[in-house]
């Protein structure tokens, strides 16, 4: 249920109170003592300060201010109590004759008071700004973790490996998950550092095996990825991907269960399963066909198709896509501005949405590493990894 | 399981009869009674009458002239039956036989008889037209509610108000919408008049709220919004929105509970909720995702992204968008020509696809209902609201 | 959970090879024995043959040939054990020391051996080659099935009758899936001979119907139809959907129970399932929404919209669409390469995606074919059909 105009913009606090110093009456005689006159001198100096005024106070701040400046020229609230349709009028009217008899001696006090303590919050907050506004999460190693102007951005940081994701990293994302879902961040943003987004998998993980343990590291295996993929179903605000380079495997797969997905036009999408002698993971065997359809899906999915930035977007697998050398530019931007909205309205809605599977989504992705412990365990896999490194060391 | 052509054309009963007047004897020699020679001559401009029918009289009719035709011109059925795979002929031929020993003479005056009969009919039906063939439903304030050609157009009514859907618009909607379940049209339509489809929840509902009142408020509210929804969901019909022009929230939200969506290129779609400190209704939550993939549905559902008509077809939540120039012309053609449709098909196969989620869909409604009652008692929601107003009346 | 790299191409087992022979000292001198002596020859043109072979004999046949090669030229594995992480050389090393103190000329002798063997199987497989390599499946009066490249093809085969479906085909064609589902075959695929793909249900089912027996023919028409469906929802491998020319009614629906589809740009695509008086079937009332969305779903299925194939693949419902000069010729190609992926991967991850959805999908079969019983029986069914009939006969 929402708005009756199409576009409603937020005016900062100046603009909308540049109406307002028109009412002052800006002669005052007659003074009848000097702390008064003080008074006055500060009271017209607090309307200057809060002109230079840079962030809303908020509308019951900005509703006391009205109140007790329309008390301190005019006295006690002498017009007609508005109709009760007038939300806005009726809201200043009961600030207003909320202040009583207040003496309009009291009124320029209480004004100046406030108008002060407003000034010197901002100005401390300025302080603040000064130092490094970005907060840094130490103790990672193959993430830079960061929280700046409500987001946290989570950086998968093995630049020479094309950030494979090794058993350390599966780890320290879902801390890091963790963390955004505990801090102060309205969203989560997850991208990677250099040329790729992540390469998937590490094949490295299957490279330590030995033949008696690999029904052990097969079953550690798919309870570590079941809990990877569970703090992605979990995570209980808006989680936004940026895809700033090729994304394969089960880092495709799991933009199904972020939000919003931005790409680079030098991301391409593939998720090469069964080429691997593997299967589908990340939930993308049900997250797929309800993006995309099955038959899109299955091209991806069963027969390794790789897409560009551009296919993927036009099967909604990815939100828009821009040019490499605007990328980062245009989508911070974006990122800021929506970090800037209501953080429990995102939240809660988020939570609206993934509710309502979020059951069948941990069933599909116990399903999905129960039938890839199998596949681990098969010929096929263990074939295909065998070629994979053959080619890798030119055996 | 369907017909072995590709398109299967209606033709005119006319078209169809100018085969059969050819294998009439047109000399007609010793007549014995001159009731029989009026009654022959009552037959020859029955023919002629026969082919001046514009409208089909169906089947069964067709099949009966065809026996009395034969009876009379060549007496009882005299031809072998046909084979059983000879499905017109067997007809035909059962129409013919089943008029046993019927004298030539009573099939010439049964004949003319039918056709003088199909004649007045129609010529009654002409009269009809000519007074006004559009019925109007009395009693509504906010809609324009009407039934022609087998369509019941439910028109939002108020322009001025940018058609805003206050709580006396829901509850005329409801009722409009539990009406025109009942009547005999085959399709019902949602339009709005004016520049705008409607501009969403008519804020003012929130205007008149005393702080004491807002719990009972809010509560009262989404139950009126749970009714709302629910009469979409349970709609029987075939229910399609014309989007005239631009549509916001709740407005937006339900056209996923429309079966077909046509719109002008002026329309637009925007769902500012968490703008508002609000979050998704209409079962948008749970259609949008289905509709256009999830990362598509957040865009708009989370970081109110405005859809030109264009990007709302591409993303299939319209289905064709038409030049404002021309679009209510080729829209309402093409809506006749549904409501032409075999009108039962039509209802059981929207029934077999809405019954397949409808408790799905009355589940989520209820969800959703609930998270925005709480939306609407937060501070994020007043906040939201108060700058809303503010905004509107120049604070 | 996958690869590294982006793109893994499989070398040929030749390529791979030709770095080997290099390290092979090509001067024995002072031989000890005669047989020795030939053994050595033999060895050497072993090593000859070996490079002549034309299919990869699979990784652990290589390893053993690189063990025995080892073993026969520097004697017992004496290097030092590759570190865990190195997982082909120490593939490698674990072959070559599994053989123990096995001497060089046993070691030669057995790589001798284990070429011939490998020479002798592959030149019996080419003789099996030159005979025709594609088996047919006898027995089919209205299907040509055959497999070849570990691809079944089920061809739809009345060209003259545009391989409408009649009773018979709807038996051969659960049949064949039947017999598909348990051959050797990687994936099966679905085409039409001659100009059409299928105009779907043969309406001369329905024109040898009694009045009499019109509930008891409808009956069994809908549990023949529900088998059939049944048969696509559980058929256990890729089924790929070739479509060379128009497609009509049921064999449009089951496209969605196929897992990826190719269109000719001369298919068209049509259910005009209302404008015959029927409802849909097929699961296409839950799974077309699910794969365009509601909006464009019932278009189609209510509303009897014709696509072309590029609307068809722009709403999900078609892959690819290629011109019809090249289409065989390009589908193929890919088709070959899809059955030359890991069998086992591809049966494995499309179950995984199917079983998610098979209960609900049977439910929804059940559903669809009891509507359309009642359909069957209804006026508005009988008079489509006469109708057509008419047409088709020029009554």
């Given at each position: 249920?929402l ?37 006055q ?16 106070p ?11 400046f ?27 004759n ?83 879902a ?173 509710n ?20 681990w ?19």
């Amino acid at each position: 249920m929402l708005a009756g105009t199409a576009a409603i913009k937020k005016k900062t606090f100046i603009e909308k109170r540049q109406v307002q110093p028109v009412c002052i009456s800006s002669v005052h005689l007659h003074m009848t003592a000097a702390t008064m006159q003080v008074s006055q001198k500060d009271f017209e100096k607090a309307q200057e300060q809060l002109k230079l005024l840079k962030n809303d106070p908020g509308n019951e701040t900005k509703l006391k201010l009205y109140a007790l400046f329309k008390q301190a020229t005019e006295g006690p609230c002498n017009s007609p109590k508005p109709g009760m349709l007038d939300f806005v009028k009726k809201a200043k009217w009961d600030a207003w004759n909320s202040l009583g008899s207040l003496s309009q001696d009291n009124a320029r006090q209480e004004y100046t008071k406030l108008v002060s303590s407003l000034i010197s919050a901002e100005s401390a907050g300025k302080k603040k700004d000064t130092s490094p506004k970005e907060s840094s999460h130490g103790g990672y190693e193959t993430l830079i973790v960061t929280t700046d102007n409500n987001i946290t951005k989570i950086m998968f940081n093995r630049p020479d490996k094309k950030n494979a994701i090794n058993h350390k990293m599966y780890r320290e994302i879902i801390n890091a998950l963790q963390e955004a879902a505990k801090d102060d961040s309205t969203i989560a943003v997850l991208t990677g550092n250099g040329e790729y987004y992540t390469s998937g998998n590490d094949l490295n993980n299957f490279s330590n095996i030995q033949p008696s343990e690999m029904k052990k590291m097969a079953k550690e295996g798919a309870e570590l990825l079941k809990e990877f993929v569970g703090s992605f179903i979990d995570f209980p605000k808006p989680l936004i991907a940026v895809v700033n380079g090729p994304a394969i495997g089960i880092s495709v797969t799991l933009l199904g269960l972020c939000d919003v997905v931005y790409a680079s036009d030098k991301a391409t999408f593939h998720t090469p399963f069964s080429q691997l002698g593997q299967s589908p993971e990340g939930c993308s065997s049900y997250l797929f066909p309800k993006i995309m359809g099955s038959a899109k899906a299955n091209e991806m999915l069963l027969f390794n198709k790789k897409l560009t930035a551009a296919e993927a977007c036009a099967l909604g697998l990815v939100n828009e896509v821009f040019p490499d050398s605007t990328f980062q530019k245009e989508v911070w931007a974006r990122l800021k501005a929506y970090a800037s909205l209501p953080k429990n309205s995102l939240a809660v809605s988020k939570q609206l949405l993934r509710n309502m599977e979020k059951e069948k989504l941990h069933a599909v992705n116990s399903q999905e590493c129960e039938v890839l412990t199998e596949r681990w365990l098969s010929d096929e896999c263990l074939n295909a990894l065998v070629t994979f490194f053959q080619r890798k060391s030119k055996l």
